[in-house]
């Protein structure tokens, strides 16, 4: 908010709409209810509310549950380009698998103390707790082990695929479950069931509030659905949070924002129009 051409009174509201309302807002709702003129002004206001949505210092998960780790690729199909081609945009996630009600029984594959959540029924026994979300470049191994460490409790459990990319974790002191999936859903459903529910609710809410985002700001909306998504059986304390974290972070200016926009968009092609 430094040297911002807002009143304060603008800024507070919009981190509270942000913050609060369930679906959040696009850009164009956002100008509509605080009743700003330009809409380049709320596009650039909301992104720097989700430069604060993420604080500097988060904990790792997977201290006390186990992880599954999964990539997806955000955006939609390319017209005209040929058959396998498209322009979407590579993201990995990492969520922590939680007991509805009580912890089931110990599982061997895991850290002493942890218990598996992968039994009793598919969305029965066990929910989502935090998540983290990275748009990254590549699968490679160089690419996705860095990503791990620095998300992931050590010692954690984590499920992943039979992707190669992961197959040093037990050697980095994880206890690494991989199963390879190979397009099968009922493997899918049954060792990788929380982060493709993650994925699966993602899509709909870039398609549904947004109606679609560019994978240049890609990561600013990801920041936001894992915001909300961490903070969804405790909806009103992220007005606070959104705030705090502000106060640590430094947002990009005007100019700073559109230049690394022009300069990125040169070498990441759109994943969605609107």
């Known amino acids: 908010m430094h040297r911002t051409r807002q009143p304060l009174t603008i800024w507070f509201w919009a981190a509270y709409l ?33 430069v604060a949505m993420i604080g500097p210092e988060r904990d790792p998960i997977g201290r006390e549950w186990p992880v599954e780790v999964d990539e997806t690729y955000v955006g939609g199909a390319t017209q005209g380009e040929g058959r396998g081609r ?14 509805r009600k009580k912890a089931l029984g110990p599982d061997p594959n895991l850290p002493s103390g942890q218990r598996s959540q992968h039994q009793g029924g598919h969305g029965r026994s066990f929910i989502a707790g935090r998540l983290r979300l990275q748009v990254v470049p590549n699968r490679r191994q160089e690419t996705l082990e860095p990503l791990v460490l620095s998300h992931v409790h050590k010692n954690a459990g984590i499920r992943t695929d ?20 190979r397009g099968d859903q009922a493997k899918t459903d049954k060792h990788l069931p929380m982060i493709h529910i993650v994925f699966g609710n993602l899509d709909a809410w870039i398609l ?23 903070r969804r059986f405790w909806p ?22 559109y230049e690394n926009a022009r300069t990125q968009t040169d070498m990441i092609k759109p994943v969605l129009n609107g």
């Open 208 to 230: 549904g509030t947004h109606h679609g985002v560019s994978s240049v700001h890609l990561q600013g909306y990801l920041n936001e659905f894992v915001f909300r998504f961490n």
């Open 18 to 50: 942000v913050t609060t309302q369930t679906p959040g807002m696009s850009a164009l709702q956002f100008q509509r209810q605080l009743g700003i003129k330009r809409y380049e002004t709320a596009f650039l206001i909301l992104h720097k509310l989700r």
């Open 86 to 99: 498209h322009h979407k945009t590579l993201v990995v996630g990492i969520v922590e698998v939680m007991p």
């Open 162 to 181: 039979g992707w190669t990319g992961y197959d040093n974790l037990h050697g980095l002191g994880y206890k690494h479950v991989a199963v390879p999936i």
């Open 236 to 257: 009103m304390v992220g007005f606070e949070s959104v705030l705090k974290i502000a106060v640590q972070v430094v947002s990009p200016t005007d100019r700073n924002f």
